[in-house]
């Protein structure tokens, strides 16, 4: 049946920020589904609060509202917009859950406005655990033994049935958020508190452990004439007990005969009838008992996942654009393969070549965190790799990770054999390196397999790696023979530990190995195992390799390097970048180039480019895509951190670089020539100077005067940037924090207390700069530009001290060089500018900029690149925007229990969000609330502010008193209140004995906080405070003017304002001219 | 995990050679060269009988991982001549798992060989065609091998089944796991054996047949002396032109009314019964992924195919057989019936063993046709 023509427009719900659990894979596949829906000539309207997704691109919705996704907003633009259906299974759980609480409220009956994709009736089945066991019942498979509870006394009732360990699972949450696995009775009412407090529904499973058994996914799609086929089957390398997102993964499944994969493809079409999902794509998770083939139903998600993603990625099946198609009620078969372009869609992708996933973790940054993994996910991205064999495929991820390994080697660390058996035992980052450890102390596979859980089918070829790598280090440069280099190769070992083992340097040995005949070739990926002839450019490497099975591409073409897996401080935003920068070479009529590993971006699907390249992002996989496409130039500069690392390698190699000379990069991050340049242009920074050890430190630091702000050189992210108020802390910082050394020194900046900081973004082409925009941040300085939330246009510089921002900007881009963007950070203090940073790159607030300003930065920048100039292109600075735009992060902190929640000059948000409203203090309040902190409208507000701010909280306390709010305040806050007639309570600082601040917190006593702070003994409490309301999901606002922008928002809401409107109403009344171009 | 394997070396007809390492039994061996696109069933693949003569290469590169579970054979023996693979899994990873793939290679005599660019070999077979070749773990003259490739005989024109068939008729009880067995009064079904399949009595069974299984060659007064109520024509090796016995004792068969049910070379031996026609494919279909379109429903069902020769669809005009089927990739004929006769058949393999089970609910299909089709007792 072709599609539905009963529907007209169609809402689309996206996933919002980034959070852990829920990332970019969201917006790969809300673009794919508008993009195949918008094909079909539906109006779409979209909701997403997530400003740098590629999705949120006002080409291409209809109707683009940067919105908070909660019932309430989206209420707002149901009743404006008036669509005929809603999809939600495509924006996480996010969207299926704004959804459900939509139907609840007769939202959507009100409205006449079908669901499409999933019914609510069947996502109750799918998500509610205990209609999920009963259908499982009912058709005849196995789920693992378990209890609801709804209380905690319920719930210890319930433990007492299942025994320990036991696995506990918050309904309807997403990355297994607030669940775990307890091991005793405390631990057990720990997690069961907080699981009934996490989910939205109150509810929690407690299920019987299956600890040690094999884990599987399988991606099935159906369609509503009931064609069922499975995209994809996955095998979990690390056994059931680590959640799927932070498990090694390997695609398809190694270890299933013929007749036990069929019952677990049978099952699964079983379940996906059973629960009723008419259309669209599903994952569902089984366990397997690895002694008798024991089959457990552990959950299905009925909607597009991180895995189904992944699938999409893994076979070059675009899952999330067929269940779109398949939504609007076409067939499988009326769907044609995008790859073969010849064959239906209905059929299986049959792979010819092994695909694993490694989670990225972040644990450095939430330190005293523990990083055993369990059923609650903590990575925060993930690469993936493709290689013809396990070995090839494991170690290329590996390298792909950028986590500074080289592959399966190791230190070769001799534990003793009950502290390895630990090791092994614990499912935690580093276990794979424990794992190498034991092999080469001779432990054989059977041994390991019994200590960790793996299937000694991934073991053995684990323990021939090790063995290998043992084995290179016997051999020398001189007598490396042809055979012996293309078995290392094919095994996956790169050219950096092979040169490392023969003690050559890393382009000796190309050259050699090269000479040797024994070089790289690339295959593509097809769907079809090369049973039918591919028409997508979609490639990976190997060493497993005859004869090249497509040519380089002919014309004029550019590489694009990408970001690699998502870290904290290197996400989406660059991808967004890689992304625009392609589809500007493509309409320019050169060739694009993609060369990425992560997974759940938009940059790798196949569409987006001429080519993809499939593959990790170090110097050797990136310069033999070069060697082969000789492609006219590379971007370096949209990928945040990891291609620029690449950029002097690059070079050296004599790959043409294009935009900014990567000269520039070193002038920009080169601390003496930065002053020079800075000195030149008569710009000022803060008192600063440079370390390679603690004695340089303390000099340095007594120079400049505390407090100080200290970081190592060329980090992303404000990787171990800290504030130091002491020569004590500063002893501490250099002997634990960093490793100095003479290449890469410690730089120690005069932190600027009390001022504000400002980011710029600009684009250059050599002659002319155009400002994009200037942010002012609202939180105090000292947080991570990150971590800031902040607003375009400033709303507390004067018109003078823009025009100076914009000015110093101007010069330094020209002085630099730059072609192409730029990002600056300043501070002001007074009325005196101090230049921060110059990074010649993207920024992480191109997208933000780009959707509050309506013009694609990223597009023209790579225009410039390619050589035009700004004045042909016609791009004029925007003066102001007629709108406010505010953008504020989101933080993982509750996925890390025990870290410390307070904010600094290093990046802990995993995303972010923007709140766009004509007024600032509604794009405050909409900011907030899409951030997950929806400022409150009643109860007691807790102050307490530094003496500077002690006369301004005085108007903000009586504000709010007027609102219907009670107060409560530490002493000092107290005392100025009472003195001005306000009726408020007093309460201790946590110094002050208890009941304090933080008992007030805990105890949700309070529905906003304000907390200015200043310098370290308060910093500590601050800390505190900021941790809890964290912990306790209550906003805080830290500045004052953060607090009177809160205090109106709280004032509109209150008012029932807070109209919901599009991005492209605003650009249409805005004095801009957004360069349009299609997606 | 060691890499002691002797060489090995697959010459195909036009002169190219493969290197790689002898994980098999020894010896030399002549074939022509298949790719089988299914990702897991490398054992009922070795077992098939429609392999006989024939060389697999696996196209996924990661062989051999779960081992072998004897009683996932497909029939008593290896058919297909060697397995050409990019890497066997040394260690076998099942619980169920009884030896090693490499070890039952060796005991079972199929040459094996690993090391192979696979994908290489499937992309050459996809452009050239099915090609002939030789696999040997004792003699590296590409030149002498070549014309070793050359001489040997092609697919067409061969009767295969003639070498696989059973030598006596026998009767078959195992059902399907779970299922029930047939009792006395159950409808009596003979089976053809062109090379038939374990699964497919299985479920021939477990449906509710009692099932007789005779070889190629019967003649249809001695199939009509065992007086049955249905009448199966299994799969197998070699071109269906060729079993012109087999022709005649089925078109007798079928023409007196007994409902009838042919899968692969059954199917296309029915094919040539009524006057229809087959030819042989470029690289025919081997895999457990096709999609296959039941005309008229746009029901799709996927399912797991070998065979390198088909039905011309051209052909079934004035057989009175109608297609019911077709697949979803090429658009060739999967599936045809009679117009007027209680007779169909599908080119693929319902049985599954390996593949998806979809397609199994047409056992349940001919089971009923039979019972419409018995005569009431008078």
């Known amino acids: 049946m072709p599609k539905r023509t009963d529907l007209d427009s169609i809402l689309v719900i996206g996933s919002g920020p980034i959070i852990i659990g829920q990332a970019c894979e969201f917006d790969y596949s809300g673009t794919q589904a508008i993009k195949a829906l918008k094909e079909d000539g539906y109006r779409i309207v979209l909701v997403n609060s997530n400003p740098a997704t590629i999705m949120t691109d006002p080409e291409l919705a209809d109707a683009t509202y940067v919105e908070p996704i909660t019932p309430e907003f989206v209420e707002k633009i149901i009743a404006k917009e008036r669509p005929d259906a809603i999809l939600p299974t495509l924006g996480g759980q996010t969207a299926l859950n704004t959804a459900l609480a939509l139907h609840e409220n007769g939202v959507l009956e009100k409205y006449d406005v079908e669901m499409i994709g999933a019914r609510a009736d069947v996502i109750y089945k799918a998500e509610d655990r205990d209609k999920f066991r009963k259908a499982m019942d009912k058709i005849g498979l196995n789920s693992a033994p378990s209890r609801i509870a709804r209380t905690l006394t319920e719930a210890k009732d319930a433990v007492k049935e299942m025994g320990m360990p036991c696995v506990i699972r918050p309904a309807f949450t997403m990355g297994g958020s607030g669940g775990g696995i307890a091991f005793n009775q405390e631990e057990f009412e720990t997690i069961a508190a907080r699981g009934i407090r996490l989910s939205p529904v109150g509810e929690i499973l407690i299920e019987q452990s299956l600890i040690g058994w094999k884990e599987f996914e399988m991606e099935v799609m159906r369609d509503h004439e009931d064609n069922c086929v499975i995209v994809c089957s996955i095998e979990n390398l690390d056994p059931m007990g680590v959640h799927t997102g932070d498990s090694i993964t390997v695609a398809p499944a190694q270890t299933l005969t013929d007749r036990e994969f069929q019952r677990m493809r049978d099952a699964s079409f079983a379940i996906m009838r059973e629960i009723g999902v008419e259309t669209g794509g599903s994952n569902v998770q089984f366990a397997v008992n690895p002694s008798n083939g024991d089959l457990i139903v552990i959950e299905m998600n009925p909607r597009v996942s991180r895995s189904s993603a992944l699938a999409s990625k893994a076979t070059g099946f675009p899952i999330a654009k067929f269940a779109a198609k398949l939504a609007v009620g076409y067939t499988l078969d009326e769907i044609q393969n995008d790859i073969t372009k010849k064959t239906p869609a209905c059929f299986e992708p049959s792979i010819d070549y092994v695909v694993t996933k490694m989670p990225r973790f972040a644990f450095e940054k939430f330190p005293m965190s523990d990083s055993t993994l369990g059923t609650q996910m903590k990575s925060v991205g993930e690469t993936m790799a493709i290689g013809r064999t396990f070995e090839e495929s494991f170690q290329k991820a590996l390298r792909g990770l950028e986590v500074g390994r080289t592959g399966f080697s190791g230190k070769k660390r001799d534990f003793a054999a009950d502290e390895l058996a630990y090791k092994l035992a614990r499912p935690a980052p580093g276990r794979l390196f424990a794992i190498y450890d034991a092999f080469v102390q001779r432990y054989n596979v059977m041994e390991v397999a019994r200590l960790t859980g793996i299937d000694p089918w991934f073991l053995a070829f684990l323990e021939r790696l090790a063995q290998t790598d043992v084995e290179m280090d016997q051999h020398n440069f001189a007598d490396v023979t042809a055979d012996q280099l293309r078995t290392w190769k094919q095994r996956g070992f790169s050219d950096v530990r092979i040169a490392q083992a023969l003690g050559c340097g890393e382009i000796e040995l190309r050259k050699k190995r090269q000479d040797m005949g024994v070089n790289v070739g690339y295959r593509l990926v097809d769907t079809c195992a090369g049973e039918f002839a591919a028409a997508t450019p979609y490639l990976y490497s190997s060493y497993d390799f005859t004869r090249d099975e497509v040519a380089p591409l002919e014309g004029k073409k550019v590489v694009i390097l990408g970001g690699g897996p998502n870290r904290i401080g290197q996400g989406i935003e660059f991808d967004y970048c890689c992304v625009h920068a392609s589809l500007a070479l493509r309409e320019m009529g050169i060739k694009s180039i993609m060369v990425n590993s992560n997974p759940e971006t938009v940059s790798t699907d196949f569409d987006i480019s001429d080519r993809l390249y499939f593959e990790p992002l170090t110097t050797e996989d990136v310069l033999a895509i070069c060697e082969r496409e000789k492609p006219d130039g590379v971007i370096v500069q949209f990928g945040g951190q990891t291609p620029l690392n690449l950029a002097s390698s690059l070079a050296d190699a004599g790959v043409p670089i294009m935009g900014t000379p990567v000269e520039a990069i070193d002038r920009a991050e080169d601390r003496g020539r930065f002053s020079e340049m800075l000195d030149k242009l008569g710009l000022l920074a803060p008192p600063n100077g440079m370390a390679t050890n603690t004695e340089e430190a303390l000099a340095a630091a007594h120079r400049i005067g505390f407090p100080v702000l200290v970081r190592p050189s060329y980090v992303l992210g404000g990787r171990a940037m800290e504030i130091i108020y002491d020569a004590r802390d500063l002893e501490r910082y250099m002997k634990e924090t960093v490793v100095a050394s003479a290449e890469r020194p410690v730089l120690i900046d005069r932190f600027l207390e009390d001022a504000i900081e400002v980011d710029v973004d600009c684009v250059c082409d050599g002659k002319r700069v155009v400002v994009c925009a200037v942010m002012e941040h609202i939180e105090e300085a000292g947080i991570h530009s990150g971590d800031s939330t902040c607003v375009i246009p400033p709303i507390s510089l004067s018109d003078s001290l823009v025009q100076q921002i914009c000015d110093s900007t101007r010069a330094m881009a020209l002085e630099l060089g730059v072609i192409g963007l730029m990002n600056v950070q300043l501070a002001v203090r007074g009325e005196t500018l101090y230049v921060l940073e110059v990074n010649p790159r993207a920024s992480r607030t191109v997208p933000y900029v780009a959707k509050a300003t309506g013009v694609a930065y990223a597009r023209i920048a790579t225009q410039v690149m390619a050589g035009q100039s700004l004045d042909e292109l016609g791009v004029e600075e925007i003066v102001s925007p007629q709108h406010m735009a505010v953008k504020a992060p989101a933080f993982p902190f509750a996925k890390f229990p025990g870290a410390r929640a307070d904010l600094g000059p290093e990046m802990r948000s995993t995303g972010e969000v923007m709140g766009i409203d004509k007024d600032f203090s509604m794009a405050m309040a909409k900011a907030s609330s899409a951030a997950g902190r929806t400022l409150p409208t009643e109860g007691k507000v807790f102050l307490t502010v530094k003496d500077a701010d002690k006369r301004s909280v005085v108007m903000v306390a009586r504000q709010l008193t007027s609102l219907g709010f009670s107060l409560v305040a530490t002493d000092g806050t107290y005392k100025v209140l009472q003195r001005h007639g306000l009726e408020c309570e007093r309460i201790n600082k946590v110094h002050e004995g208890r009941p304090h601040v933080v008992d007030l917190i805990k105890n949700r006593e309070v529905t906003l906080i304000i907390n200015t702070p200043l310098g370290k003994v308060t910093r500590y409490d601050d800390g505190m405070i900021r941790s809890e309301s964290y912990q306790a999901n209550i906003p805080c606002l830290t500045t004052m003017s953060a607090a009177m922008a809160a205090v109106e928002g709280i004032q509109a809401l209150k008012l029932g304002a807070g109209d919901v409107c599009s991005l492209q109403e605003y650009y249409a009344t805005s004095a801009v001219n957004p360069i349009s171009v299609g997606v | ?378």
């Not at chain 2, 040459?111 to 090609?131: F, S």
């Not at chain 2, 089976?191 to 021939?204: A, E, P, S």
């Not at chain 2, 087959?278 to 399912?303: L, Q």
């Open chain 2, 1 to 378: 995990m060691g890499n002691e394997h002797s060489p090995a070396i697959l010459v195909l007809e036009d002169g190219t050679a493969y290197y790689g390492q002898s994980v098999g039994a020894s010896g030399e061996r002549a074939f022509e060269l298949v790719f089988n696109t299914s990702m897991t069933g490398y054992q009922e693949i070795l077992t098939d009988p429609s392999y006989a003569g024939q060389g697999v290469v696996m196209t996924y590169p990661q062989i051999g991982n779960y081992g072998v579970c004897l009683e996932d054979d497909e029939s008593d023996r290896c058919w297909a001549d060697a397995m050409i693979m990019r890497e066997m899994s040394p260690l076998a990873s099942n619980y169920r798992a009884e030896m090693t793939l490499g070890a039952y290679l060796q005991q079972r005599d199929v040459l094996g060989i690993e090391g192979i660019d696979t994908r290489d070999l499937t992309l050459k077979l996809r452009d050239q065609g099915a090609l002939r070749a030789v696999l040997s773990t004792e003699f590296f003259d590409v030149a002498a091998l070549t014309e070793m490739a050359k001489g040997h005989p092609s697919l067409e024109g061969r009767d295969l089944a003639a070498n696989v068939t059973c030598k006596s008729s026998y009767q078959w009880d195992e059902s399907l796991p779970g299922f029930g067995k047939p009792g006395a009064d159950s409808p009596h079904l003979v089976c053809f054996d062109f090379g038939v399949k374990r699964n497919i009595l299985r479920c021939l069974v477990a449906c509710g047949f009692r099932v007789t299984v005779v070889p190629a060659s019967t003649s249809a007064a001695d199939v009509l002396a065992l007086q049955p109520d249905a009448l199966f024509l299994s799969n197998g090796p070699g071109d269906p032109a060729a079993v012109t016995y087999a022709h005649e004792s089925v078109r007798t068969l079928v023409e007196g009314g007994l409902a009838t049910f042919g899968i692969c070379l059954g199917h296309q031996i029915l094919a040539h019964a009524f006057g229809a026609k087959t030819y042989k494919m470029k690289f025919g279909h081997h895999g457990a992924n096709h999609p296959v379109v039941e005309s008229n429903v746009g029901k799709i069902d996927i399912t797991t195919q070998n065979h390198s020769f088909a039905v011309d669809i051209d052909s079934l005009k004035k057989s009175g057989l109608v297609t019911t089927h077709v697949n979803g990739n090429d658009g060739t004929l999967a599936g045809m019936e009679h117009s007027s006769l209680p007779v169909f058949s599908v080119q693929y393999h319902p049985e599954a063993a390996p593949g998806p089970h979809d397609s199994q609910h047409l056992f349940q299909r001919f089971f009923h046709l039979v019972q419409a089709n018995k005569k009431p007792v008078a």
